[in-house]
T-cell receptor
C-alpha cells in the first residue's frame, strides 16, 4: 500500500460544476498538506497548502484536512475549462523538505 | 530567469548511454530537490541538497544515478548506462529553505531511453 493514495480518474465535469478531489494517507506524522496543479508537459505548481487539520479557502479553491480520518480534499467551485489539468496531493515528510505525492487525478472541465 | 530552469527539455538516449540533466534553481534558493515522474504517476523523490551538501539520496533507484551541486547553485543529475526503465520526466524543484513548504518546480526533462 502506498503512503498516499489518490484516485487517478479521469474526472470529467461540465463547466460551472463543483469538483471534489481527495487523497488518503497512512502516516499520522504528516503535518503539511499540499495541492499541486500540473498542466500537460509542465511542472507542478503549488495551489494551496494547509498545516494540520482544518479548512483553507483561496478564491474558488478550498482545501480541507481531516487528520483523524487521514483524509484531505480539494474543492473547486464554478469550475472552468482552464481548470483542466492533473491535480496532485502532496505531504511533507516531517523534519525534511521531501514531498510524498499521490498519483494525481486528471480533471477535464467541458465548456 | 524568474523560475526553475531545466535543460534539455527532451532527451532521447540509446540504452547504455550516459546522460546529464541540468537544473538552474531560483537565485538564492538554498534547497534543491530532484524527482522522477513516470507516465501517469505522481513525482517520486530522488535526492535533496541544502546548498552544496547532498543531505538525502535515499530515493536514487540505483548506483547508476548520481547528483551533484558543487557550488550550491546549479545541479546536475547524471544517469550512467541508461536502461529503458529510466524513461520518465525528471523534475527539479527549489525552495528558500528546507522547512519552507513552497517548492517551485521546473518544467522537467523528458528522458526516453530506446
Amino acid at each position: 500500500q502506498k503512503e498516499v493514495e489518490q484516485d487517478p480518474g479521469p474526472l470529467s465535469v461540465p463547466e460551472g460544476a463543483i469538483v471534489s478531489l481527495n487523497c488518503t494517507y497512512s502516516n499520522s506524522a504528516f503535518q503539511y498538506f499540499m495541492w499541486y496543479r500540473q498542466y500537460s508537459r509542465k511542472g507542478p505548481e503549488l495551489l494551496m497548502y494547509t498545516y494540520s487539520s482544518g479548512n483553507k479557502e483561496d478564491g474558488r479553491f478550498t482545501a480541507q484536512v481531516d487528520k483523524s480520518s487521514k483524509y484531505i480534499s480539494l474543492f473547486i467551485r464554478d469550475s472552468q475549462p482552464s481548470d483542466s489539468a492533473t491535480y496532485l496531493c502532496a505531504m511533507r515528510v516531517p523534519n525534511t523538505g521531501k514531498l510524498i505525492f499521490g498519483q494525481g487525478t486528471t480533471l477535464q472541465v467541458k465548456p | 530567469g524568474a523560475g526553475v530552469s531545466q535543460s534539455p527539455r527532451y532527451k532521447v538516449a540509446k540504452r547504455g548511454q550516459d546522460v546529464a540533466l541540468r537544473c538552474d534553481p531560483i537565485s538564492g534558493h538554498v534547497s534543491l530537490f530532484w524527482y522522477q515522474q513516470a507516465l501517469g504517476q505522481g513525482p517520486e523523490f530522488l535526492t535533496y541538497f541544502q546548498n552544496e551538501a547532498q543531505l538525502d539520496k535515499s530515493g536514487l533507484p540505483s548506483d547508476r544515478f548520481f547528483a551533484e551541486r558543487p557550488e550550491g547553485s546549479v545541479s546536475t543529475l547524471k544517469i550512467q548506462r541508461t536502461q529503458q526503465e529510466d524513461s520518465a520526466v525528471y523534475l527539479c524543484a527549489s525552495s528558500l529553505a528546507s522547512g519552507n513548504t513552497e517548492a517551485f518546480f521546473g518544467q522537467g526533462t523528458r528522458l526516453t531511453v530506446v
